[in-house]
Each structure stands twice: as structure tokens, then as C-alpha cells.
């Protein structure tokens, strides 16, 4: 046997554990949110108890190694050379697949990549052997590939999004009613018969989604409970409603006691169904090696015995399971799929991910009209009595993102959906039902507010479109890479392994780029602290940062655009824009910040308001000067003139100089010169205007290029305008300080 295998063997191994950290960095989702979400448990309670799970899922996952083996081709009409560049060419798709969902926080199915990955591979390798055999044809394609495997699992895919979606809004609907908000009464009264029904559903689905097909019961132990289903279901249900009275009785929180049994439920399922998807392709090669080696290492042999059933190597699922809970207690990415769907669940409304479409817009207005009709013809008693049970808690700082109510409605609509597909062998993806019921659930807990809506909807619609996107992507790059290996050989395996590398390094990259972006706006959104002293405070040191950092962008941005030097005009504007993004996270911002002022502060928070507006538009009259530069350079037009050169190096020399006396007053926090900066600023203001009136007359001369003056023009008025928030901002953050002396007067005589 050509040593190659054995490298191919080798780097399926290694792509098996990248396989585990992506796939589980993304399916992480599906059973840590409702908890991390609801704040069921800490998070290391959460994760030990998600860990044990999945060590257990594992053990137990060998009825489901078939899918990679022959589900969606026909092993007995491949060769062992064929099936060894499918399985390479499979795996390397699945992990650049996953891996890009992950670096973008997006969850995706990993069934899905799978099978369209074996789809497209089988595709690649069908093809070449027909164009290879005139005796073939196009129609023996089917001879080769199961298609109608990948048709059955995206008609499940379709009608699992609409159902999960519709049954998870009904269900929360009806449960807000009957338990509000406000849900420690009715608690009390019917919370054991709640959490009975949910751990029933949620014991339903371990069994028949989690164990089912684990080889630990026989298929006949199954039949007699699909016989006898109702009354066994019932009698687990009045057990489960007399456990969870009896806890009641101790004071234990038994919606919390559920969500962890949830949480352990659809962790164990993950790694019994799911783990097939990582490993399955992977050690599939390496019994596909080992028949060949068995055989004398002929390549050209037939690969037949793959279709007989699998022999459960437990050494290799306990391994598996051990990668598994390292990378769920260690993955960043993990972190980022999770706080996609929970900040698209979260009942407070704040900064939001997504953006605005029109498709998401338009389901708005459609949503209002349809409201506003509701509101006309439904009985005024009626809609109090529902607007009554629907009145949400006023969120409090650190406080989860959705309550216990919601988390039990998601964990027990999912498990009830997901064993019931399941049981009916009816076809559906773990992540796409999860993540449906808890978008429906969030819509119908009125999560989803006017001031949000469009943007949740958005992030919902991109989700699921990178759902569908997922197996077109799968089967192409798999198609692709399977055509190359088997076309390039050795060398082809060499090099698209080292791609495969660098893109992986890159992506860990560009995710620890993006996180430490998002952690920084998320500083700037947190910084105002959580007392009123604190907040006057970090606004001073802010402010100070914003002047220094905007002298520092106005001067680079000036010197480089006389200099012609694009780098480092590239470098201000994603600065300015940094800057200016920033700012306008501090506006959102505003809300909770004035909600942590105390009464006597009202004053200062109308100050604080001018200061932090003030910020945002200094910091876009900035953005408006390094844009335009920065295109005027990469254009290649023409530089300035001598003229406009020199009044450009004085307007600098004079803007350096009043925000170097502004950050003396901000530092010192000593605002007795504030009228020598406002001399300072009519100075240059009359400065500007006299470069402002010569370069009209160069204009009328014909003395200056046409882009040119434009641009001199724009520098110069929005230089004016920087200059003019910045001094309104120096006079409003005197104001706010010295209303600040007088709250902290009135507090002292109290």
C-alpha cells in the first residue's frame, strides 16, 4: 500500500479533532443557551452538567456511524483509492464550513454539512469514473449516489423551521397567560404540574432522540414502549408532578431542577446523534484502511464491507467525548454562536447585532397593521385582560436575558418536537428546531419590541439563510476539493491540507479580531459604571481620551494628505470611523446611564446628554475629513497647492492648539480658561474664513485643480464644525461638573 494512505489516514485523525472543536463550537448552542440564557445555574454548573451529557452521549453514539459510511452513497461501487479521497475531500469541507459559521458567530447544522459535504464528493468522484467509462452515462449517476437521502433531509429541514417556529410562539403565548411575569403565585399553585409535563417531555426525548439508536437497548425494548406509550408516559408524568411537589415542599427551585435536566437531556443527544458528524467520516477512512491493508493494500479494491453494520470502538468515543467537553469548556467560538441566539432571545432591548433590511422592515409594518386591526375590533376588555398578563419586569442590572418561564418553554417544545420527528422516523436537524422554538418563544413574550424588531428579525432571517446556504457551500467545496485531490494526488493532498491550515490560523484570527472589536464597544457601553459617581468619573476620563485621540487622527490626517501617504490615510479612517462607531454606542447607551443617576443629579443628566451628543457628532465631523481624503489620495488626484498647503499647516497648528489647552482643563478639571479657548476658536474660525475666501479667489482664477479645491473646502468646514462641538462640549462638561459640586451639596445636607 502506497504510503500516502497512510498520511491520508494520518491527517483524517487530525482533521477528526478539528472536526470536534468546530462542530461542537457550533452545536454548543443548541443545549447551553436556555440555561445560560435564564441563569438557570452558574455557568460551571451549567457546563459540568452539559459535560457529563456529552460523555455519557458518546458511549453511546455507534448506531448512528452508518450515516458516513453508506447513507448517501454506495461504498460496494467505490474503490478503496475512491473512498479515501471522498472521505479527505468531505472533512475538509466540513471544517472550513464550520469554521467560517463559527468565526461569525452563526449557528449552522452540521447534519446538513455532512451529508451535502458526502453529496458533493460522491458527486466528484461518480463524475470522473463515468467520463472515464464510455459504457456510463449521466443516468448512472444514481447507480452510485442515495440523492433522495439529501431530498427527504432538506424537506424536513423546510418543514421543522415553520413548525418548531409557530409551536414554540402558541406554547410560550399560553404559558406567559397563565404564569405572567410575575410567576411566583402561580408558581406555587401549579409549578409541579408544569415542571411534571416538562420533565416528561424532556425524558421522552433522551429516550427516543438520545438513546434510541445508541446499541444499548434492543430495537424490540423500543417497540413495547411505542406500544404502550401513553400509559407509561402518563405514569412518569404523575411521578415527575410528585418529585417536583415534594422539592417545592423543600424550597429548591424546581424550574431551575428541569432547565439543568433539559440541559443534560439535549446534551446527551448532541454527542449521540450528532458525534457521527465529526468522527463519523474520519473513522470511516480508517476502517476503510485497515479493510484494504487486510486485503494486501490493493487501492482498486472494492469497498463493499463498509456497508456492514459498524463495531463500536468505545476507546475512540470515550476520546472523542473528552475533546468534546475540553473545547465546550475552552472555545471562544462556542461563546460567540451562544450570544448570537441569546442577544436575538434577550427580553431588554440594546445595542443590536444585526441590522435593518427592507424585508425585515416590511414584516414590521405588516406585523403593526395587523396589530392596529386587532386593536380596532377585539373587545377593549379582552385586550386589557391579555395586555395585563404580558406587562414584563423592569430589567435590572446583570439580571438574565429571559426568565425561567421562557427557558422551560424552549427546552420542553424542542425536546417534544425533536422526540416526536424522531420517533415518527421523520427527518429534522437538532439546531434548526432548538433554535426556531426559542426565536418563537422570544416573538411571543413580546421580546421583540418596536424598538428592536426589525434588527431581531434580520439576525433571523441571516441565520436561516446561512442554514440553506450551508448546503449549497458544503456540496460545492466538497465537490471542488474531491475533484482536486483526485486530479492532483500527493501533491494535492500536501498543499490543500497547508490551505486548509492557514485558513483555520486565519479565521482564529479574524474571531479574536472581531470579539476584542465587540469587547471594546462593549466596554465604551458599560463604561458609565454603576453609580452616579462612577459615571462622572469614567465621563471624564472619556472625554479626555476623545480630544486627545481626535488631535492625534486631525493632525495624522492633515500631514498625510499633504504628504500623499495612502497608508496612512487608510489607518485614520478606520480610526475616525473606530471613534465615531463608538460614540454612537455611548448614545445607546444613554438610557441605562441616566437610569443610574440619583435624583438630585437630574440637572447633571441633562448635561451628560449635550456632552455625550456633543461626542458623536465631533467625532463625525472627523469621519467627514479622513473619508474624503483618504479617497482624494487613492484616486490619485492631484495634491494641493503651495497656498493651500500652507494655510492648511496653520489651521493645524492653531486646532493642535486649542485641544492641547482643552485636555489641560479636562485633566486638571479646572474649566478657568474656558474663554481663552473661545478666543482661540474665533481666531481660527477667522483664520479659516480668510483661507476660505482665497481659495475662492483661486477658484475664479483658475488657479486650482477641481478636486482639489473640493476637497480643501470640506477639510476646512468640517473643521470648523469639529471645533465648534468640541468647544460645545467643553462648555457642557463644565456645566455638568459644576451641577455635579451642587448634587453632592444637597445629598451632603441631607
Given amino acids: 500500500m502506497e504510503t500516502i494512505y497512510t498520511v491520508i489516514v494520518v491527517i483524517l485523525l487530525v482533521l477528526a479533532i478539528l472536526g470536534l472543536v468546530v462542530g461542537v463550537s457550533n452545536d454548543a448552542v443548541n443545549f447551553l443557551n436556555s440555561a445560560i440564557g435564564s441563569k438557570a445555574a452558574s455557568r460551571k454548573v451549567i457546563f459540568t452538567i452539559a459535560s457529563v451529557g456529552i460523555l455519557l452521549g458518546t458511549m453511546t453514539s455507534s448506531g448512528m456511524m452508518e450515516v458516513a459510511r453508506s447513507g448517501v452513497f454506495y461504498p460496494e461501487m467505490f474503490t478503496f483509492r475512491d473512498v479515501m479521497m471522498l472521505f479527505l475531500g468531505v472533512m475538509f469541507a466540513n471544517v472550513i464550513l464550520l469554521d467560517l459559521f463559527n468565526t ?179 473513522i470511516a477512512g480508517l476502517d476503510s484502511y485497515k479493510i484494504a491493508l487486510a486485503a494486501g493494500g490493493d487501492d482498486g479494491m472494492m469497498m463493499g464491507k463498509l456497508s456492514e453494520p459498524v463495531v463500536a470502538n468505545h476507546l475512540l468515543l470515550l476520546v472523542a467525548g473528552c475533546i468534546m467537553v475540553v473545547t465546550l469548556w475552552t472555545s471562544k467560538k462556542a461563546q460567540s454562536v451562544s ?52 406587562i414584563p419586569l423592569r430589567p435590572k442590572a446583570g439580571s438574565a436575558h429571559f426568565d425561567l418561564i421562557r427557558a422551560t418553554v424552549n427546552l420542553t417544545v424542542a425536546s417534544i418536537l425533536i422526540a416526536t420527528a424522531t420517533s415518527l422516523k421523520l427527518p429534522l436537524s437538532t439546531t434548526y428546531v432548538t433554535f426556531m422554538v426559542a426565536m418563537g418563544s422570544s416573538l411571543a413574550d413580546k421580546a421583540w419590541g418596536r424598538e428592536s424588531a426589525v434588527y431581531r428579525i434580520t439576525g433571523v432571517v441571516t441565520v436561516i439563510a446561512g442554514w440553506f446556504v450551508t448546503a449549497l457551500i458544503a456540496f460545492v467545496i466538497a465537490l471542488v476539493v474531491t475533484y482536486a485531490l483526485l486530479w492532483g494526488g500527493t501533491w494535492a493532498v500536501i498543499i490543500i491540507s497547508l490551505l486548509c491550515v492557514g485558513m483555520f490560523i486565519q479565521s482564529s484570527i479574524t474571531h479574536k479580531r472581531r470579539k476584542a472589536k465587540e469587547h471594546k464597544t462593549e466596554e465604551i457601553v458599560t463604561a458609565s459604571g454603576n453609580s452616579t459617581q462612577e459615571v462622572m468619573r469614567n465621563l471624564i476620563a472619556e472625554i479626555s481620551g476623545v480630544m486627545t485621540k481626535t488631535t492625534e487622527i486631525y493632525s ?42 440619583q435624583d438630585n443629579y437630574i440637572e447633571a443628566g441633562h448635561f451628560y446628554v449635550q456632552v455625550v451628543d456633543y461626542i458623536s457628532e465631533m467625532s463625525k465631523a472627523l469621519v467627514h475629513i479622513t473619508r474624503p481624503c483618504f479617497e482624494h489620495i487613492d484616486n490619485n488626484h492631484k495634491g494641493m497647492s503651495e497656498e493651500q498647503v500652507e494655510d492648511l499647516l496653520k489651521i493645524n497648528d492653531k486646532v493642535s492648539e486649542i485641544y492641547a489647552r482643552i485636555n489641560v482643563m479636562l485633566n486638571d478639571n479646572d474649566y478657568s480658561d474656558t474663554n481663552v479657548v473661545l478666543e482661540m476658536r474665533d481666531e481660527l474660525f477667522v483664520t479659516i474664513d480668510d483661507a476660505v475666501k482665497s481659495q475662492l479667489r483661486r477658484i475664479q482664477n483658475k488657479a486650482t485643480s477641481t478636486k482639489a479645491s473640493m476637497l480643501y473646502l470640506t477639510i476646512l468646514n468640517e473643521t470648523k464644525t469639529m471645533v465648534l462641538q468640541s468647544r460645545n462640549l467643553l462648555k457642557s462638561q463644565r456645566s455638568f461638573m459644576e451641577n455635579q459640586d451642587t448634587s453632592n451639596d444637597l445629598m451632603g445636607n441631607k
Avoid at 443590536?352 to 386591526?373: K, P, Q
Avoid at 500623499?564 to 446611564?593: I, W
Fill in 556 to 597: 495624522k490626517t492633515i500631514m498625510a494628505t499633504l504628504n500623499e501617504d495612502r497608508r496612512t490615510l487608510r489607518e485614520m479612517v478606520r480610526e475616525s470611523n473606530d471613534l465615531f462607531y463608538n460614540a454612537r454606542e455611548k448614545k445607546y447607551a444613554l438610557l441605562p446611564t441616566l437610569q443610574k443617576l
Fill in 339 to 390: 450570544e448570537t441566539e441569546i442577544n436575538l432571545a434577550k427580553q431588554d432591548e440594546g445595542t443590536e447585532r444585526f441590522g435593518s433590511t427592507l424585508f425585515s422592515r416590511s414584516i414590521v409594518r405588516g406585523a403593526i397593521t395587523v396589530n392596529r386591526w386587532y386593536e380596532d375590533h377585539a373587545p377593549e376588555s379582552f385586550q386589557r385582560a391579555i395586555n395585563k398578563r404580558f
Fill in 104 to 282: 461569525f458567530g452563526l449557528p449552522t447544522s452540521t447534519t446538513v454539512s455532512l451529508v451535502f459535504g458526502l453529496l458533493g464528493a460522491a458527486v466528484a468522484v461518480t463524475s470522473l469514473k463515468i467520463s472515464a467509462d464510455p459504457t456510463l452515462t449521466a443516468a448512472d449517476m444514481s447507480n452510485y449516489i442515495n440523492s433522495g437521502k439529501a431530498l427527504v433531509i432538506i424537506s424536513g429541514i423546510l418543514a421543522s423551521v415553520a413548525i418548531a417556529f409557530v409551536v414554540g410562539a402558541f406554547v410560550m403565548f399560553i404559558s406567559r397567560l397563565i404564569f405572567t411575569f410575575r410567576y411566583q403565585k402561580m408558581l406555587k399553585r401549579f409549578g409541579a404540574l408544569w415542571c411534571g409535563i416538562a420533565f416528561t417531555a424532556i425524558a421522552y426525548f433522551a429516550l427516543f432522540k438520545g438513546l434510541q439508536d445508541s446499541g444499548i437497548f434492543s430495537p424490540a425494548f423500543f417497540d413495547t414502549l411505542s406500544a404502550h406509550m401513553f400509559p407509561i408516559l402518563l405514569g412518569f408524568f404523575a411521578v415527575s408532578s410528585l418529585v417536583m411537589f415534594l422539592l417545592q415542599l423543600a424550597k429548591i427551585n424546581i424550574l431551575k431542577v428541569t432547565i439543568l435536566a433539559g440541559t443534560f437531556s439535549l446534551a446527551l443527544a448532541f454527542a449521540g446523534n450528532d458525534l457521527v458528524n465529526f468522527i463519523g467520516v474520519p
